[in-house]
Each structure stands twice: as structure tokens, then as C-alpha cells.
């Protein structure tokens, strides 16, 4: 892969100030404090919440408490999304810190997946850096890795150590020199202002006649409705990482730079702001 390195560390490092409130309805013995935290975006909600979840306890009344989940302005927060694609699909126009309201009770069934233990992100996370390789290398280097590589890719992201995760996923961003790129893009579109989970299919990063695919192309394919409004007026912005790539950019280079840990570039539509 080229190696932008500065590029790699700034997605990697990037934070969301983030004031954490418990619900009104709660049942607690005293008044409980809001708890602030510095969200990375490249992780999990349940991953990096323990503080956010001994901080609240200790007001509750234990026989009060079963799972905790998360919700903003009644939205339930998908923990199996990364955290800076769900406050970029939800708050990303917002005034920060992002204000997320703390559950302990009536876990919402429909909208969220269990998670009562880290082996659950553990098991989701490995399975979509599987994914992305089988589209990427046919499961070649994934495959070739050993268990403890695999291990130090999750260790990395759980400890927050980025040389420890791009020791090992560095080679998961390689490809042969006579490829000029991957074998599929993996990637997913998600819409603010639909139902559907997201958008994936099958799209290669060099175009038949040897040049390159942009972003804007990969849209054009596959979403044309975030870049050609049907009324001239561009009513959506398409984000990564919390910033607007240009549509030019060459989509191989986004997924080697701004994929998420899991491999995925994981590409936000969501509505303009009108002010």
C-alpha cells in the first residue's frame, strides 16, 4: 500500500467529545451526574464504555440493572456500527459534546443486537475483517496469518495501540504490485434517512480500461441519488471519518487510508444541513 502514515494515525486518532446521561426514567438512589469521555471513532460503543457503566451503577439500584444500551434523541445506537459512523449518520451536524442518553432497562429488542461480553464484538469484528479479505485477497491473507496475528489485530483495537494493529494489518492493505489494487472494494453505504441497513455489492477498484475508480464512481454505481439529485440541488453530503472526501478521490486509496479497523470503508449519506 502507499503509505500515507500520517493519514492512517489521524483516522485512527480521531476523538468525539461525548457527555453521557442517564435516562429520566431510571430508578437511581441519588441524583446521577452526567459522565464526559472522549469517544475514538474507530471503536465500539460497548468497548469503551466500562467507565460510562461503573460511573452510572453506582447510583442504581442493583436489582434495577440488567443491559445497558444506548440511544440519542430516541434513536437506539447500533453497537455493532463503528462510533464515529453512527454520530456521522446521526449527530454529525450537531453541536458537540454529542449528548447520548444511558439505559440500564427495556432493552430494545428490534433494534439492537445483544452484547454481554466483549468475545460478542470480539467474534463480530474478526468476521468483518474476514469478510473484507475474502473480497479483497480470495481469503488469502487472513488465511495465512496465524491465530496470535489475528489475536493482535483485536488486542490493538481494544487497547487503543496503533502501532500494534498496523504491525499486522499492513498486510491486509497489500496487494500484488501487477494488481494496481484490491480484488473488490469492501465498503458499505449507509442512508440517515432510510430503514435499510446499508448498500454493498461487488465493485473493483480499477475500471476496465485500466484506470482507476473514483468515489464519485463507486456512488454513481451503486447510489446515485447522494451525488446526482434529481432537482440539481445537492441535498446530501457523503462522509468518511467525519469529513467530506472529494468525489475524485481513487476509491482504492480511500479503502487502504480510510477504512475502519474492521476493513470496511463504511461511507455515510446523510441530508445537508439547510442553515
Not at 454520530?87 to 454481554?116: G, M, Q, R, Y
Amino acid at each position: 500500500m502507499t503509505d500515507d502514515k500520517d493519514v492512517l494515525r489521524d483516522v485512527w486518532f480521531g476523538r468525539i467529545p461525548t457527555c453521557f446521561t442517564l435516562y429520566q426514567d431510571e430508578i437511581t438512589e441519588r441524583e446521577a451526574e452526567p459522565y464526559y469521555l472522549l469517544l475514538p471513532r474507530i471503536s465500539y460503543l460497548t468497548l469503551v464504555t466500562d467507565k460510562v457503566k461503573k460511573h452510572f451503577q453506582k447510583v442504581m439500584r442493583q436489582e434495577e440493572v440488567s443491559e445497558i444500551w444506548f440511544e440519542y434523541e430516541g434513536t437506539p445506537l447500533k453497537w455493532h456500527y463503528p462510533i464515529g459512523l453512527l454520530f456521522d449518520l446521526h449527530a454529525s451536524n450537531t453541536a458537540l459534546p454529542w449528548s447520548i442518553t444511558v439505559h440500564f432497562k427495556n432493552f430494545p429488542e428490534k433494534d439492537l443486537l445483544h452484547c454481554h461480553s466483549k468475545d460478542v464484538i470480539e467474534a463480530h469484528f474478526m468476521a468483518c475483517i474476514k469478510e473484507a479479505d475474502a473480497l479483497k485477497h480470495k481469503s488469502q491473507v487472513i488465511n495465512e496469518m496465524q491465530k496470535k496475528d489475528h489475536k493482535q489485530l483485536w488486542m490493538g483495537l481494544q487497547n487503543d495501540k496503533f502501532e500494534q494493529f498496523w504491525a499486522i494489518n499492513r498486510k491486509l492493505m497489500e496487494y500484488p504490485p501487477e494488481d494496481s489494487g484490491f480484488r473488490y472494494i469492501p465498503f458499505r453505504i449507509y442512508q440517515a434517512t432510510t430503514e435499510r441497513p446499508f448498500i454493498q455489492k461487488l465493485f473493483r477498484p480499477i475500471a476496465s480500461g485500466g484506470q482507476l475508480h473514483t468515489l464519485g464512481d463507486l456512488l454513481k454505481d451503486v447510489c446515485p441519488s447522494a451525488i446526482s439529485p434529481e432537482d440539481g440541488e445537492q441535498k446530501t453530503q457523503v462522509m468518511i471519518h467525519g469529513i467530506e472526501p472529494m468525489l475524485e478521490t481513487p476509491i482504492q486509496w480511500l479503502s487502504e487510508h480510510m477504512s475502519y479497523p474492521d476493513n470496511f470503508l463504511h461511507i455515510g449519506i446523510i441530508p445537508r444541513p439547510t442553515d
